[in-house]
């Protein structure tokens, strides 16, 4: 089946220690999204390309990175966590533009802890 | 004043009844709502998309938009314990422009 796929599902990590999640998709999607979402919140936009096309929200600090290498790959990085960082982050993807279909779809997420 | 406001709950409600979810919104340019499920510690499952104003109907599920009110509902008929989650409603101009989402209502259903 088509779908979002993130990996890996669960990740602890050290205060200050790098990380990297990775997003991957099957429905061949332009747009990937990454989201950051805390207990009882909404998605908090980090970052999204259309195809390349890198875009950041403002407000994303500078610790956290995205790379997308290809269409099917997207990966976020946090170059050093701290505790406020510890969150689930979601991947999406939305389909093509001048079209009706708009919808956004969700991967599982990664939930990470930072200890 | 927040793009999208949504209660967040929780509504409690027992197996059978019908469930009314809403959220209201500022920004008259949006064009596509959608509706998402959200169990505990999962991703977001897009349950209902809806382009404009109208009705959408899926099952047990029926998504209305009234754009002249900004105003967005979920309707879920005969619910079940395991429709217990959060629900998120989320917007967007299209085109690839920003999505905005309500800070989700929290259900619980019981048996």
């Known amino acids: 089946d088509a779908m979002v796929i993130q990996n890996p599902r669960y990740q602890v990590t050290q205060f200050g220690k790098p990380v990297t999640l990775s997003c991957s998709q099957t429905?061949?999607?332009?747009?990937m999204y990454w989201y950051q979402q805390k207990s009882s919140q909404a998605p908090k936009l980090l970052f999204h390309?259309?195809?390349?096309?890198?875009?950041n929200e403002a407000d994303t600090p500078d610790n956290f990175q995205s790379r997308r290498p290809n269409t099917s790959f997207c990966f976020l990085d946090i170059r050093s966590p701290g505790l406020g960082d510890a969150a689930m982050y979601l991947c999406?993807?939305?389909?093509?533009?001048?079209?009706?279909?708009?919808?956004?779809?969700f991967g599982p997420g990664t939930r990470l802890t930072v200890l | 004043q927040k793009e999208v406001e949504q209660d967040p709950g929780p509504l409690s409600v027992p197996e059978g009844a019908i469930v009314s979810l809403n959220c209201t919104y500022s920004?008259?340019?949006?064009?596509?709502f959608m509706w998402y499920r959200q169990y505990s510690r999962k991703g977001p499952e897009l349950l209902m998309y809806?382009?404009?104003?109208g009705n959408k109907e899926d099952g047990r599920f029926t998504a209305q938009v009234d754009k002249s009110s900004k105003y967005i509902s979920l309707f879920i008929r005969d619910s079940q314990p395991s429709d217990s989650a959060t629900y998120l409603c989320?917007?967007?101009?299209?085109?690839?422009?920003?999505?905005?989402f309500g800070s989700g209502t929290k259900l619980n259903v019981k048996p």
């Open positions: 999406a993807t939305s389909s093509l533009p001048g079209t009706s279909n708009n919808e956004q779809f």
């Open positions: 429905l061949n999607h332009n747009v």
């Open positions: 390309y259309y195809d390349k096309d890198f875009n």
């Open positions: 920004n008259s340019a949006f064009q596509y």
């Open positions: 809806t382009y404009s104003s």
């Open positions: 989320a917007m967007t101009r299209g085109n690839f422009n920003k999505f905005y």
